[in-house]
Structures are given as C-alpha cells and as structure tokens.
Nanobody, 130 residues
Framework: QVQLVESGGGLVQAGDSLRLSCAASGGTFSSYAMGWFRQAPGKEREFVAAITWSGTWSGSIKYYADSVKGRFTISRDNAENTVYLQMDSLNPEDTAVYYC???????????????????WGQGTQVTVSS
C-alpha cells in the first residue's frame, strides 16, 4: 500500500510560480510511474503531467498535457521518495485541486488516464488570481 501526501499549494497571482511536492511511503517508489492531475470545480479530473518509473534503459520519460507544456515541469527524486511539479507562468485557468497519483509497472493503458493509477493523494489547492 502506497501513501501519497501532496504539499505546496496556495494562493498566487497570475504569472507567479509554485512548486508542488508529493511524498510517497509504503512502497518501492522508483518502480512506480507518478502523475499529477487536477480538478477544477464542476469539471472532471484532468491529466497534467506524468513521469515513468526509473528502471528503463533510457531513464524516466516525462509527459505533459498540452495546456501546461512549456510552463510545468515534473521531476522525481527517488532518494527522497518524492515527485515534484514546478509550475511557472501560472494563470487563473490553472486554478484547481492538484492530485498526485502512483501507477504500478503492471498497469496498462494510457499514462494520462486517471483510471490506470492505483494510489492517490488527498490533493492540494492551487488558486491563481488575475
């Protein structure tokens, strides 16, 4: 059983930056693909970014939603069992609850499909004012 705890959310102004962290415990962190999703009021949960597990010969691979590409950066620190989401040039459309998720190596399906993730954090609120 993997536990995920997000932190780093808050209220910022448009154009500001935030870094979200997700600390994992209870599993072999390096063997999980990690993802960030977000959910705004009245909307479905949507994919933000993902980073694959670290065991491939090419290292971790990163994926981004088109809406955040070039502004957000996902990274992982396997020694600290933590995944990060650096968010730059924030705009009001980025306002949402951000969730961290873990996906085991045996999971199949698209990396951007929340249904393929096995574990979820409780979420952290990000609010961007104009």
């Amino acid at each position: 059983q993997v536990q995920l705890v997000e932190s780093g959310g808050g209220l910022v102004q448009a154009g500001d930056s935030l870094r979200l962290s997700c600390a994992a415990s209870g599993g072999t962190f390096s063997s999980y693909a990690m993802g960030w999703f977000r959910q705004a009021p009245g909307k479905e949960r949507e994919f933000v970014a993902a980073i694959t597990w670290s065991g491939t010969w090419s290292g971790s691979i990163k994926y981004y939603a088109d809406s955040v590409k070039g502004r957000f950066t996902i990274s992982r620190d396997n020694a600290e069992n933590t995944v990060y989401l650096q968010m730059d040039s924030l705009n009001p459309e980025d306002t949402a609850v951000y969730y961290c998720a873990a996906r085991s190596r045996t999971s199949t399906g698209s990396t951007n499909d929340p249904g393929t993730y096995n574990y979820w954090g409780q979420g952290t609120q990000v609010t961007v004012s104009s």
